[in-house]
């Protein structure tokens, strides 16, 4: 999935399971541990290694075991600096950081800059098959490490020396002014010596340098954080661990929410918001978030990427009434997309009220017009996948389809099809096995454009699962990263997302708004930019 090289990618959003959660947990997680939370969950896709870690099961987790060398302000989200005390450049190409002195993994080991080195170098060797190599792209000598085609020629990144135990210099391969904001994102955590010595114990009991540190993990189960007694950070956990329940159905998270036997759940299922304040005595919030939803076309299969293709995909997007289905599905928590970003981000940072323009209103007329036009929809049907462990999927995707339906003057032109766990569908995607449209989710990793950008449609992005390819939009990008001027910048990236949604690569649909209802046994729950509670920041009540 993160394949192709390219020096302009940015620190890619982790892709979003979106409730890939249901019900798993054994008896001892339903009874109350005192000064622990108990909060919804599911497997992630992959063990946790924080630069194979890309989707938002694992990387909720990776959130609260890790302290990366920036950390994003929960309300803003600000990258400040966590454990880096500071990061400077002359040059914007040339960076020195020095890590806080003091700092200590859970297992004891001390953090120090060959914390951060030994770490990434290990993420970006090919050879090591992590999926966020890519993330290390812009530091000199990636081609050797992860070359395009063949071995790689060297195992260590040139552009990375180790000065003294606090100190590291970073030399990229070109100016990028935007560089350390991305340094928040897990990929670029440091690990411990004994992930390299004893990988199999790392794997089965991660150690990271957090606020909490893993204790016990039953896959298929639970998760059981407690507090990371080396921890010295501003975060610190205000409660005694988080036991994180797996549940395979958001309906039995929600009724175990309601019934005492859960304190957080962040995956209110879409036909419960509606109640949901009143069901949870007030304990409910819903706020916006750096989320947006879409439907991707494969562009590697020839039927859907042949001529008069582009007319037919935005016939569909046209066809589709956005307005309709997130009143009646969502009952408000979704709003019609306008662009490819979110509105967390503000005009500033590149979100848009217009960009995606005809291509995001509904118009029936010129949307059947245009299918015609086009050719119609190869074989005259297709089928929209999702996830099938995520309820409300199914009721999104049969009002989309139904839209369609209804436009095309066919009720078989569209349906739904359901592909079992969130880890089998994202492995048909990642394989690149699916012959029609799916369901898109991304989460941003910091409010900026480029994040929404270049890991989704750069020619080999690492999340780039319409395998969409345009020289064009590869080349604003890579003048966009160069770019000093943050306003410059975004502009550039803007006429980049023009590319795309003109050629219609994906259906934006709609952004999202984080929600999270909680118990009466907790308090302080809110949740931060990127949809995540705040776990630290919540009290258990005694």
Not at 120 to 144: H, M, P, R, V
Not at 392 to 402: I, L, P, T
Not at 491 to 500: P, R, S, T, W
Not at 516 to 526: L, R
């Amino acid at each position: 999935m993160r394949g192709a090289k390219s020096a302009t990618w940015v620190a890619g959003a982790i892709v979003v399971a979106l409730g890939a959660t249901a019900c798993g947990g054994g008896s001892s997680s339903s009874s109350a541990e005192a000064g622990v939370v108990r909060a919804n969950w599911g497997d992630p896709q992959n063990p946790l290694e924080p630069a194979n870690t890309n989707e938002v099961l694992g990387g909720k987790v990776l959130d609260m075991i890790f302290s990366n060398l920036k950390r994003y302000d929960p309300k803003t989200g600000e990258a400040k600096n966590a454990s880096a005390e500071s990061i400077e450049s002359k040059d914007q190409q040339n960076f020195t950081i020095k890590v806080k002195k003091g700092l200590k993994f859970s297992n004891g080991e001390p953090v120090t800059a060959q914390s951060f080195v030994d770490a990434w170098n290990y993420g970006a060797l090919s050879t090591n098959t992590q999926k966020n190599s890519y993330f290390f792209a812009d530091i000199e000598g990636y081609d050797k490490v992860a070359p395009a085609e063949g071995k790689p020629t060297a195992k260590t990144l040139s552009g990375l020396k180790v000065v003294d135990d606090h100190t590291f210099t970073v030399k990229l391969n070109q100016k990028l002014s935007t560089w350390p904001v991305r340094l928040g994102y897990n990929a670029f955590a440091p690990l411990p010596k004994m992930f390299f010595d004893k990988h199999d114990e790392y794997l089965a009991k991660p150690v990271g340098n957090g606020p909490y540190a893993v204790e016990s993990y039953d896959k298929g189960k639970q998760m059981k954080l407690v507090p990371n007694k080396n921890f010295t950070g501003e975060n610190k956990p205000q409660n005694k661990g988080v036991l994180l329940k797996v549940y395979t159905d958001s309906n039995a998270a929600y009724a175990d929410l309601q019934s005492g036997n859960l304190d957080v759940n962040d995956d209110i299922p879409a036909e419960q918001i509606k109640n949901a304040k009143s069901d949870l005595k007030g304990n409910y919030l819903s706020q916006p978030a750096g989320i947006m939803q879409a439907v991707t076309f494969p562009l590697y299969k020839a039927e859907w990427n042949k001529d008069g293709m582009e007319k037919v995909r935005k016939g569909l997007s046209m066809a589709i009434d956005r307005k309709a289905i997130t009143d009646k599905v969502y009952n408000g928590t979704r709003t019609p997309a306008t662009d490819l970003t979110s509105p967390v981000l503000g005009d500033a940072n590149g979100y848009s009220k217009d960009v995606c323009g005809d291509t995001c209103t509904f118009n029936p007329a010129e949307a059947k017009k245009l299918i015609a036009e086009g050719g119609g929809i190869p074989g005259g049907k297709m089928t929209i996948s999702y996830n099938a462990d995520k309820d409300s999927h199914k009721q999104w995707v049969d009002a989309v389809c139904n839209s369609i339906n209804n436009v095309v003057g066919d009720d078989k032109a569209c349906v739904g099809n359901p592909v079992g766990t969130f880890g089998d569908f994202r492995n048909q995607i990642t394989k690149g096995e699916m012959a029609m449209p799916f369901r898109a989710g991304w989460q941003m990793d910091y409010p900026q454009i480029e994040n929404f950008l270049t890991p989704l449609y750069a020619t080999g992005g690492a999340s780039n699962d319409a395998k969409f390819s345009d020289p064009k939009f590869d080349e604003l990008l890579k003048q966009a990263g160069a770019e000093a001027d943050t306003k410059k910048a975004t502009d550039l990236y803007k006429q980049a997302e023009k590319i795309v949604l003109d050629k219609v690569v994906s259906i934006p649909l709609w952004y999202q708004n984080g929600t999270a209802g909680w118990s009466e046994k907790v308090s302080d729950v809110h949740i931060n930019a990127f949809s995540f509670p705040v776990f630290t920041d919540i009290k258990v009540k005694s």
